[in-house]
C-alpha cells in the first residue's frame, strides 16, 4: 500500500512501523494536557482539532482530513510537550499510527517521512496562519457563505445547526442565525430545523470571495 503522495520507499518505511487504527465519529482523540503518544496519516474521515475560550465558547483551529497529518501532534513529538487543545473525531477515521518511539526512529533513519512531516508541518501552518486572518479581518456574512459552500453536499443541503456553523466560524450562534435570516432574505437559501438549503450557488460563491 502506498500513501497519497508519499513515495513508495516512505510508504514501506512508514508501514514497517505503524498500526492500522479506526476511531467512530464523536470520540475525543486527545484534550489538553494529554500526553502524545502517536503519530497519525488519516486515510480517510475528518477530526475537528479546538481550543475553548475563558468564556466557553468553542474556536475550531483547523480540521484534518484524509491524507493529512496533525499540525499539534507533530510540534508536541517534536517538543516533548503535552497537548494544549482539543480534539474530537467528526467522521469515522480510519490512519496509520506509528508509535512515539518509532516516529522519532524514522526521522532519523528516512529522508522521505522528514520531508513527509515538515511538509505537512509547514502547510498546516500557512493554513492555521490564513484562519487566524480569516477570524481576525474577515466579514462574518463572507467567512459564513465559504462554510456553507464547503459543508454543501451535491444537492446543496447543509445539514448543520446555528450552533455548529457559529462554532466553525468562530463567532456567536445568535450573529449567525441573524446573518442566515439576511442570506435566506436575498434569496440564497432556505432555512429549516436542523437544515439549510442554498438555492443561490453563485452569489454565495461571489459573497465568499468578496474579501
Not at 146 to 170: F, K, P, S
Request: aromatic share 6%.
Amino acid at each position: 500500500m502506498a500513501f497519497t503522495g508519499i513515495d513508495t520507499a516512505t510508504s514501506r518505511d512508514v508501514l514497517l512501523q505503524a498500526k492500522p487504527v479506526s476511531v467512530a465519529a464523536g470520540s475525543v482523540l486527545f484534550q489538553p494536557g494529554d500526553p502524545c503518544t502517536q503519530f497519525f496519516i488519516l486515510t480517510s474521515g475528518s477530526v475537528r482539532v479546538h481550543r475553548l475560550a475563558p468564556s466557553g465558547r468553542e474556536m475550531v483551529l483547523y480540521h484534518v482530513r484524509a491524507g493529512e497529518t496533525c499540525i499539534l501532534t507533530t510540534l508536541c513529538l517534536l517538543s516533548d510537550e503535552a497537548y494544549s487543545a482539543n480534539a474530537i473525531v467528526e467522521q469515522d477515521v480510519t490512519a496509520w499510527a506509528v508509535p512515539s518511539s518509532r516516529f522519532n526512529a524514522l526521522m532519523d533513519s528516512s529522508a522521505g517521512f522528514r520531508r513527509l512531516v515538515f511538509t505537512s508541518y509547514a502547510q498546516r501552518v500557512a493554513d492555521l496562519m490564513q484562519r487566524i486572518e480569516q477570524l481576525s479581518d474577515v466579514p462574518v456574512d463572507v467567512r459564513l457563505a465559504a462554510c456553507l459552500l464547503e459543508r454543501a453536499d451535491a444537492t446543496g443541503l447543509v445539514a448543520a445547526t446555528h450552533q455548529a456553523l457559529a462554532t466553525e466560524i468562530g463567532t456567536a450562534r445568535e450573529v449567525v442565525s441573524r446573518t442566515l435570516e439576511r442570506l435566506a432574505h436575498l434569496g440564497m437559501l432556505i432555512l429549516s430545523r436542523g437544515q439549510i438549503e442554498l438555492t443561490d450557488r453563485p452569489k454565495l460563491e461571489t459573497l465568499s470571495r468578496s474579501w
